[in-house]
T-cell receptor
Framework: KAGVTQTPRYLIKTRGQQVTLSCSPI?????VSWYQQTPGQGLQFLFE???????NKGNFPGRFSGRQFSNSRSEMNVSTLELGDSALYLC??????????????FGPGTRLTVL | DQQVKQNSPSLSVQEGRISILNCDYT??????FLWYKKYPAEGPTFLIS?????DKNEDGRFTVFLNKSAKHLSLHIVPSQPGDSAVYFC????????????FGEGTQLTVNP
């Protein structure tokens, strides 16, 4: 079974631009979560989508948004990029029986650099 | 407010010996815990999990112990191998946090040949 895939793997943007990241979950997985990893803040939860609906949200500003399609693929968008948005963005998928008693499987991440 | 803490940023052990990685949590609503391993430039890889109804879960060389009263869990790797060298994260979730995983800061494990 193929793992979680994320595209692109690397991105360089400038301040003020917007960016869209894509994630394809493991086949059959219906939940997709997004995390941001930075050296200072560690791994932080952004949001989770399940059946095309945002089911859970972390403490990030409204510039960070996402969506999920009917095939469970998900996209994450960051508008008006700031230098502090430079990070590794990780996507994780899970099968989702109960909402939280599930292992989440991570993709390789998208490394975003904001100049 | 760091709800999940890994107080040791690094740990070095000899090949063949036991590696013990520790994790503490403060949120009593957490009842499901996971360990992930991460290599540079890769996403975290799931290792093992444990729910609060258990105090031990074993999978091959990996064993996780949970002490609910102390709000402490540990990951034991026996025997340690050089390929185990990576950053290890513990993570927690619970019914009130839903799918959100709260991660510790990570511990860099180095296994020396």
């Amino acid at each position: 079974k193929a793992g979680v895939t994320q595209t692109p793997r690397y991105l360089i943007k400038t301040r003020g631009q917007q960016v869209t990241l894509s994630c394809s979950p493991i086949s059959g997985h219906r939940s997709v979560s997004w995390y941001q990893q930075t050296p200072g803040q560690g791994l932080q939860f952004l949001f989770e989508y399940f059946s095309e609906t945002q089911r859970n949200k972390g403490n990030f500003p409204g510039r960070f948004s996402g969506r999920q399609f009917s095939n469970s693929r998900s996209e994450m968008n960051v508008s008006t990029l700031e230098l502090g948005d430079s990070a590794l963005y990780l996507c994780a998928s899970s099968f989702q029986g109960t909402p939280y008693y599930n292992e989440q499987f991570f993709g390789p991440g998208t490394r975003l650099t904001v100049l | 407010d760091q709800q999940v803490k890994q107080n040791s940023p690094s740990l070095s052990v000899q090949e063949g010996r036991i590696s013990i990685l520790n994790c503490d949590y403060t949120n009593s609503m957490f009842d499901y815990f996971l360990w992930y391993k991460k290599y540079p430039a890769e996403g975290p890889t799931f290792l093992i999990s444990i729910s609060s109804i258990k105090d031990k879960n074993e999978d091959g060389r990996f064993t996780v112990f949970l002490n609910k009263s102390a709000k402490h869990l540990s990951l034991h790797i026996v025997p340690s191998q050089p390929g185990d060298s990576a950053v290890y994260f513990c993570a927690a979730s619970g019914e009130t946090s839903g799918s959100r995983l709260t991660f510790g800061e990570g511990t860099q494990l180095t296994v020396n040949p």
